[in-house]
């Protein structure tokens, strides 16, 4: 069975640092598009960061781009999300979801969450001021 595990949320401070991972089993990346959204109380799951393993390509909504960074270590089927310079705005629950044969270069905008195939549960960040 396809399984997302996402972990390292938690509270930090205006400024601050955080790394989120997201841990894979039942299948390897190649063919996959792994992304991070992000859910705040009262709005709608939005898009943060993906990265494609179809076409080698990432994105990184235009409210986190310089602050965040997502990469991975597939050895350990993880794909993480460096979140640096922490804002008060970026307090929500994170997800990370994947998407089978995504084509991120072809995606015009953020990613959308109607879009992936298999989700794992929340972390949730909160980012006090």
């Known amino acids: 069975d396809v399984q997302l595990q996402a972990s390292g949320g938690g509270l930090v401070q205006a400024g601050g640092s955080l790394r989120l991972s997201c841990a894979a089993s039942?299948?390897?990346?190649?063919?996959?598009?792994i992304g991070w959204f992000r859910q705040a109380p009262g709005k709608e799951r939005e898009g943060v960061s993906c990265?494609?393993?179809?076409?080698?390509?990432?994105f990184h909504a235009d409210s986190v781009k310089g602050r965040f960074t997502i990469s991975s270590d597939n050895a350990k089927n993880t794909v993480y999300l460096y979140m640096n310079s922490l804002k008060p705005e970026d307090t929500a629950v994170y997800y990370c979801?994947?998407?089978?044969?995504?084509?991120?270069?072809?995606?015009?905008?953020?990613?959308?969450?109607?879009?992936?195939?298999?989700w794992g549960q929340g972390t949730l960040v909160t980012v006090s001021s």
């Open positions: 979801a994947a998407a089978e044969g995504y084509f991120l270069s072809t995606v015009v905008g953020a990613p959308g969450p109607r879009e992936m195939d298999y």
């Open positions: 039942g299948f390897t990346f190649d063919g996959y598009a």
């Open positions: 990265i494609s393993f179809v076409d080698g390509s990432t």
